[in-house]
């Protein structure tokens, strides 16, 4: 074998064993992200391939959860559990029925006790910017279960003041039951007949302030 042969033999090991220390180091971060989404930390990873998806779910195994943090843009970041729960000052009751793949009928039907998301945010306090003209009714409510399943509520469907018109709560209880299998909470959105916001075993509800749009420059 030639010595310039050896060379291009030497190259191309090298060159392989740093591509292969590169998708390790990428597939380990990309592990790592999904432990934290899972751990509560951050949203879920975007645009993640097939595998990726599998990957951080097996992450996120669900089952009930025992609290749930309140967080982001706010003043007053806290922890809630049952009891925390339970014993604020204004209690809601509301009448609730959506598709459900667990129920025998095909539908969950019942009396829902727990506290108006709005409430918890009120008590929570908003960060607002004062420069940005109605900016309460922008900001984005982004709830997370156990199993990372993530549903998003604008502050403009919750505010009674501008036409709120359905009484989203933080659900604990059902028919006067506390709720098991769900967790000690869960969102109950009665406006939504399908189920798909309804998210069980809420671990996290985080208030996220969307990014102010960019002015171009208008070059005529």
Not at 108 to 124: K, M, P, S
Not at 175 to 201: C, E, M, T, Y
Request: aromatic share 8%; with cysteine; hydrophobic share 35%.
């Amino acid at each position: 074998m030639t010595l310039s042969m050896r060379l291009m033999l030497v190259g191309l090991v090298s060159f392989l064993g740093y591509t292969s220390a590169l998708t390790t180091s990428a597939l380990h971060a990309q592990e790592i992200e999904g432990l934290e989404a899972a751990q509560n930390n951050q949203p879920a990873p975007t645009n993640m391939s097939p595998e990726e998806s599998r990957r951080h779910f097996l992450n996120c195994p669900g089952g009930p959860s025992a609290q749930f943090r309140l967080s982001g843009k706010v003043n007053n970041q806290k922890t809630y559990t049952f009891d925390t729960l339970r014993g604020q000052p204004t209690q809601t009751t509301v009448w609730a029925f959506y598709r459900s793949g667990a129920s025998p009928t095909g539908f969950e039907t019942g009396q829902w006790t727990g506290i108006l998301l709005y409430d918890l945010l009120q008590q929570a306090q908003i960060m607002l910017n004062t420069g940005v003209k109605n900016d309460l009714t922008r900001k984005v409510i982004l709830v997370t279960g156990s199993d990372c399943y993530q549903q998003a509520f604008s502050m403009g469907e919750l505010v009674p003041a501008i036409g709120g018109q359905h009484q989203v709560i933080v659900a604990y209880a059902k028919d006067g039951v506390l709720l098991s299998s769900d967790g000690f909470a869960r969102i109950i959105n009665p406006g939504d007949k399908s189920g798909a916001r309804h998210v069980s075993n809420i671990i996290r509800i985080q208030v996220i302030d969307p990014p102010l749009p960019q002015q171009s420059s208008n070059s005529n």
